[in-house]
């Protein structure tokens, strides 16, 4: 099973392309092998110049680029800014892949702070962004900082792009509604922690995302989210020691 974006079916076809060929082709260089994937980028020649693509492999059925295929659809469907999925695919050992657009000029929000932006500028666009998302009737499950993508240009607005669209599911009913939406604001809290973002910087982006929601910013609410952060926290430790090479970032050349 293939799927094939149409803007990439001529240069996919002039290269021979196979879904075998994801798993053998030298110019797809893995940066980053988890046991459950590899993350790879992919440097095609095209005239003029190249595309680049960032591919994600599956070595068995454990794991499957269709879920994250599906939850990218899901996000494009619903007018969710993502990347832009160009194939993906199922071989009939049960490996998978899929390969999403380069976002040129785009970088990690989080790096982006890391290396000095202040996170006011990145404040109400991402905290809009999540609000769009949960009032769109989804929920990302992996919604940190460094899954939202920004081109920050000067005297322009911030252009941001969901990726690592996975776990991307319909929120569910009232009754569990708020709690899967909590752990998306919890995820998102605890990935602030660590940068120079302070509590009333905090504060003020979940006061905006209320705003934009039916979610009333409560005490409790936001004792809710401190909760569920602090046990990302501890669960975020034990998969740095098993996997130190989990969060390294996606090279950019």
Same mark, same amino acid.
């Given at each position: 099973m293939i799927f094939i974006a149409e803007p990439y079916r001529r240069i996919f076809s002039q290269i021979g392309f196979s879904a075998e060929?994801? /798993?053998? &082709?030298?110019?797809i260089k893995p940066w980053r092998r988890l046991k459950d994937r590899e993350n790879c980028t992919w440097e095609i020649p095209a005239s003029p110049g190249v595309i680049r693509l960032h591919v994600k492999r599956f070595p068995s059925k454990a794991a499957s680029a269709r879920e994250e295929a599906e939850g990218y659809r899901m996000l494009h469907e619903r007018g969710i800014p993502a990347a832009a999925v160009a194939a993906w695919?199922?071989? %009939? %050992?049960?490996?998978? /892949? #899929?390969?999403? &657009? %380069?976002?040129a000029g785009f970088t990690p929000a989080d790096k982006l702070v890391e290396s000095g932006l202040s996170f006011d500028r990145l404040l109400i666009p991402t905290a809009d962004l999540s609000a769009l998302l949960h009032n769109a009737g989804l929920h990302h499950r992996d919604l940190y900082l460094c899954h939202f993508l920004a081109r920050c240009e000067k005297d322009q607005p911030v252009d941001l792009r969901l990726i690592d669209a996975a776990r991307v599911r319909p929120l569910p009913g009232l $009754?569990?509604? !708020?709690?899967? #939406?909590?752990?998306?604001?919890?995820q998102f809290w605890y990935s602030t922690t660590e940068l120079a973002i302070t509590d009333s910087q905090r504060d003020q982006w979940l006061e905006h995302y209320c705003r934009q929601t039916e979610i009333g910013k409560t005490e409790a609410l936001k004792r809710s989210i401190q909760r569920k952060s602090g046990a990302i926290g501890v669960? %975020?430790?034990? $998969?740095? !020691?098993?996997?130190? +090479?989990? +969060?390294?970032? #996606?090279?950019?050349?």
């Open positions: 060929m994801i /798993f053998t &082709e030298p110019a695919g199922i071989l %009939d %050992d049960g490996r998978s /892949f #899929i390969a999403t &657009e %380069d976002l $009754l569990a509604h !708020r709690r899967w #939406i909590v752990k998306d604001l919890a669960h %975020d430790e034990k $998969l740095r !020691r098993r996997q130190p +090479n989990r +969060n390294i970032s #996606i090279p950019r050349i």
